[in-house]
T-cell receptor, first 114, second 114 residues
C-alpha cells in the first residue's frame, strides 16, 4: 500500500532564508507525488507534481521538489521564504489505480518570521 | 484547470439533523471525490463519485451516513446524515482535471455540529 510520511509537523523559518519540508513515501511501484498548500480558511492548491518525468520538479511561487527513488524522498524546497508562504503543506501520493486515489500526509505547518 | 465551488461555505447544525453539501465544477469532469478534514488533521478520502454509477466508499465510510449523488458531469452532492459532534469537520470536494493525475479542490465546507 502507498503511504507518505512528513517528517516535521512544524517548521519555522525567517523571511529570506531557505525552506525545506521533508517527505518520504512508500510505494510498491513508481508513484505519482504531489505537494499541495492550504492557506488558512482557503482551499487546497497544487504546488507541483511528479509523474515519472524529470526528477527535479519546479512548481509555483518558487517552490521545487526532487524525487529521489534511492531515498524514497520527495522533499519540498524554496531558496528564500516569504511571509506569504506561511501555510499548511501536504505531501501526497497517488495510488496509481484506475481512479487516482490520493493519499495525504499528515501535513507540515510552515511559519515564517520577519 | 478546473474551478470548483461549494455550498454552503460553512454551517452550524444540531445533532441528529442532516446537511447536504453541493459541489459545482466549471467544466465536465469524469471523476469527483469527497474528502473530510477533521480539526487539525489531514485529509481523508470519503468516496469517489462517478457519473452514472454508485459512489465508491473508502473503508470506514458508509452510504447510509454519507449518501452521494452525481447527476451529471459538473455536479455532485454529499449528505452528512444524522449528524453528531464527531462529524464536525471541513468537507472538500475535488475533481480530476484534464491533465493526468491532477485533482483540483473546492474551498471546503466547514461544518460544526452542536
Amino acid at each position: 500500500a502507498q503511504s507518505v510520511t512528513q517528517l516535521d509537523s512544524h517548521v519555522s523559518v525567517s523571511e529570506g532564508t531557505p525552506v525545506l519540508l521533508r517527505c518520504n513515501y512508500s510505494s510498491s511501484y513508481s508513484p505519482s507525488l504531489f505537494w499541495y498548500v492550504q492557506h488558512p480558511n482557503k482551499g487546497l492548491q497544487l504546488l507541483l507534481k511528479y509523474t515519472s518525468a524529470a526528477t527535479l520538479v519546479k512548481g509555483i511561487n518558487g517552490f521545487e521538489a526532487e524525487f529521489k527513488k534511492s531515498e524514497t524522498s520527495f522533499h519540498l524546497t524554496k531558496p528564500s521564504a516569504h511571509m506569504s508562504d506561511a501555510a499548511e503543506y501536504f505531501c501526497v501520493v497517488s495510488d496509481g489505480g484506475g481512479y487516482n486515489k490520493l493519499i495525504f500526509g499528515a501535513g507540515t505547518r510552515l511559519a515564517v518570521h520577519p | 484547470s478546473a474551478v470548483i465551488s461549494q455550498k454552503p461555505s460553512r454551517d452550524i447544525c444540531q445533532r441528529g439533523t442532516s446537511l447536504t453539501i453541493q459541489c459545482q465544477v466549471d467544466s465536465q469532469v469524469t471523476m469527483m471525490f469527497w474528502y473530510r478534514q477533521q480539526p487539525g488533521q489531514s485529509l481523508t478520502l470519503i468516496a469517489t463519485a462517478n457519473q452514472g454509477s454508485e459512489a465508491t466508499y473508502e473503508s470506514g465510510f458508509v452510504i447510509d451516513k454519507f449518501p452521494i449523488s452525481r447527476p451529471n458531469l459538473t455536479f455532485s452532492t454529499l449528505t452528512v446524515s444524522n449528524m453528531s459532534p464527531e462529524d464536525s469537520s471541513i468537507y472538500l470536494c475535488s475533481a480530476l482535471g484534464g491533465s493526468p493525475y491532477e485533482q483540483y479542490f473546492g474551498p471546503g465546507t466547514r461544518l460544526t455540529v452542536t
